[in-house]
């Protein structure tokens, strides 16, 4: 069980005049972190996501605690590109301004499919949706750093990252379903959170006046585990002691990372529950700084045109 001796509601610094947008900010952790970062006064959060209803329900949430942070919905389905791009550039429509991107949205552990672009269902949701979207909103995110802001990325990845295959990403396969021998959900799951990580290390390598870091949330129980496999969550509960964190709970690492004094960041790196940082943990492929320019490299080539 990891340590969370951290207190949101005391913690987190007022965030008056802060713009944040929250990948899948309409349940789970991005809910959670929404309501957490509402209560501190931020002008205004994003909440993207593919249901309008469940939105609703998170906004009329943060009301009814008498936060005035105005708090948008923006339809995004993160595995298709072009529904990106129109998220992307309708917030950028409507604000001139973005301090925080928080990427929170994922899948975890589907059986073999393809994006409706043709990529592998898991690392076309979690790594490419999530990068088209930083690449169309990191023009607002330097002017935030160009004009003495504090702009941040912060990208949720998992300990599932250990589990991606030899080699780390497939380069070659990433247009094909991917069906592994053995392990093949866990394996795709594993290959996208690593590309999640590096992805996050390389942006503060190509922007360093931007904070750009990776970090776990620890095992929560959250839909994402709920509607996985029976043997799925058997395999969760049994590995984990039975110890699930609270949705409420599992937000507090990525609530940490945005908020916390910008000194207590390295920028790149890799944090664990609550704010410890955890590159000693990293095998010698997620601490490859080759593949992650290739995947910076390999994923500006899949974005072209957009």
Not at 221 to 231: P, Q
Not at 286 to 304: F, I, M, P, Q, V
Request: a positive charge; hydrophobic letters at 40%; charged letters at 20%.
């Amino acid at each position: 069980m990891p340590s969370l001796n951290f207190n949101p509601d005391k913690e987190i610094p007022d965030l008056t005049g802060k713009s944040i947008f929250i990948t899948g900010g309409t349940n789970g952790l991005g809910a959670q972190s929404a309501i957490h970062l509402a209560k501190h006064n931020a002008s205004h959060i994003y909440i993207s996501g593919r249901n309008a209803q469940s939105a609703e329900k998170i906004i009329a949430q943060i009301r009814e605690t008498g936060s005035k942070t105005k708090v948008k919905f923006i339809q995004c389905d993160l595995a298709s590109l072009s529904s990106v791009k129109e998220a992307a550039e309708q917030f950028a429509s409507q604000t001139p301004q973005l301090d925080i991107l928080m990427c929170n949205a994922g899948i975890m552990a589907k059986p073999p499919s393809l994006t409706p672009d043709g990529y592998e269902i898991q690392f076309g949701t979690n790594h490419l949706g999530h990068a088209l979207l930083i690449k169309k909103l990191l023009p607002l995110l330097e002017k935030t750093s160009n004009t003495g802001g504090d702009a941040r990325i912060v990208i949720l990845t998992s300990e599932g990252m250990f589990l991606h295959p030899k080699g780390g990403i497939i380069f070659d396969d990433l247009k094909t379903v991917q069906d592994f021998w053995v392990g093949g959900p866990w394996r795709r799951y594993g290959q996208s959170k690593l590309a999640n990580m590096l992805y996050a290390r390389e942006l503060s390598r190509q922007y360093p006046g931007i904070i750009s870091v990776s970090v776990h949330p620890g095992v929560v129980a959250t839909e994402l585990v709920g509607n996985s496999k029976f043997m799925d969550r058997a395999l969760i509960q049994v590995t984990n002691f039975g110890k699930l964190l609270k949705p409420e709970e599992g937000a507090f690492n990525q609530v940490w990372a945005v908020t916390t004094p910008r000194e207590k960041l390295e920028n790149g790196m890799y944090y664990e529950p609550v704010g410890k940082l955890a590159w000693k943990k990293l095998d010698k492929t997620a601490r490859d700084d080759g593949l992650a320019k290739r995947l910076w490299e390999w994923t500006e080539e899949a974005l072209k045109g957009y």
